[in-house]
C-alpha cells in the first residue's frame, strides 16, 4: 500500500484518506457513521473478539488485505494519471479533468469503476458524467460540495459488489446532475459574486478550470496537437504576477480606453469583471504590464510575452481590432456558447444569457 501511496516523491497520498476512500467503497455507506471510519474498522469490524468467536473470517480478513493492495494501484492511478501505463488517452484525459476539479464525491466511485470489468466507454462515460456534475452543480450552480455525496457513496459500493454497471451508476449520477443544476439559482449566485466585493467572474470558484477547457477547445479548433497552456503553471500563484488577465485593465491609464471611460463607475466594474473579459495567459506576468493599453497588449513588449504569441485564448483575441464593452459581450456569450455546448446544458435565450453574465440592461448590469 505504502509503496503506491509513496511513489511519487514530493507528493505522497494522505493515508487516512485512501483509507476513508477504501473504507465507503468496500462497506455500505452510512452517513451516521462518516467520521467513524478508523474506529469501525479497528474498534468493531477486526477486532480479535470477532475472529476469537468466529464472526471474523480469515477469508473476510484476507479479502480486505487484498483489495487494500489493489485499491493502492488504482488510488495512485486516480491522482496521477499522467504517470500510469495502459490508460487509453480518453481515460487519462477524463482522470485529469477530475483531478483538476478535486473529485468532489466521487473518488470511491472512482476506484470502484477502475477496477470493474469494464470497457473503456463506460469508464469514460463514467468519468465524463462525473465530472460534468462537479462542474455544473458544484461550480456553475455553486452548491455545496457536499451535494449528493451520500448517494454517490452508496453506487461506490453497488458498483464494487457488483450490484450495479457502470451504465446504471452513469445514469443515476446524470439524474443528479439535472436534479441539482438550476439556470435560476446559477443566474443568482452569479450576480451576488459581484455584490460580494464585486470581483464578479474573477472571483468565481470554476474560473480557471473553464478558461482551462475553453482553451483546449480553441487548440482544438486551430487543429494544433502542442498546448500552449500548463494547468500547473495557470494555478500556481507567484507574488505580484497574475495568470488571468482582465483584457480591459483593472487600473487603466485615461485616454487609452474612451469606449469604457464613457460608461458609470458601475458599469465599468462589472465589465472589467465580465467572463468575457477574463483571458487566460499561457505565462504569468506582472500585473502592473496588464494595465497597458489593447494595442500594446497584443505585442510582445517589457519583456512580456504579447497576446500574439501566446495562449490560444491570447492569439484569439489579438485578432480583434479593438477592445470595447461590445468585444466583452460578444465574446462572454461566445463563451456561454461553448459552456453549452461543452458540458450538454441549456443556459435560456440571449437576455437569460446576459443576465448570467450580469450584462442585463434591467438588472445590475452593463449590457450595451
Partial sequence: MYEFLGREKGFALDDDDFLRAHWIMYFTYSRDEAGKFASFLLDEHFTAERAGSGDLSIDEIQGYVSSIQSSARTWHAIHFPERVTGLSDKLRRGLERLDRLARGAFEPLMMAALQADAKDTELGA???????????????????????????????????????????????????????????????????????????????????????????????????????????DFTTSKKDHVSIEHIYPQNPTSGDWAEFESKTKKERSVLLNSLGNMLALSQSRNSKLSNRPFDVKKQDSDGAIGYSNGSYSEIAVSKLSRWTP?????????????????????????????ALLNLREDGDGAAS
Fill in 126 to 232: 463514467l468519468l465524463g458524467a462525473a465530472e460534468r456534475f462537479i462542474f455544473l452543480v458544484g461550480r456553475v450552480c455553486q452548491r455545496r460540495a457536499d451535494t449528493g455525496d451520500s448517494r454517490f457513496y452508496r453506487l461506490a459500493s453497488e458498483v464494487f459488489r457488483r450490484e450495479k454497471t457502470l451504465s446504471e451508476a452513469t445514469e443515476k449520477i446524470r439524474e443528479r446532475t439535472e436534479e441539482f443544476f438550476s439556470l435560476e439559482k446559477a443566474t443568482a449566485d452569479m450576480r451576488d459574486l459581484f455584490r460580494r466585493g464585486e470581483e464578479g467572474f474573477y472571483g468565481w470558484q470554476g474560473l480557471r478550470y473553464f478558461l482551462f477547457e475553453y482553451e483546449q477547445f480553441l487548440r482544438e479548433q486551430a487543429g494544433m496537437n502542442t498546448g500552449r497552456l500548463n494547468w500547473r
Fill in 326 to 354: 461590445t468585444e466583452v459581450i460578444e465574446r462572454g456569450l461566445s463563451m456561454l456558447m461553448f459552456l453549452e455546448n461543452r458540458w450538454g446544458v441549456s443556459l435560456g435565450s440571449h437576455d437569460e444569457k446576459l
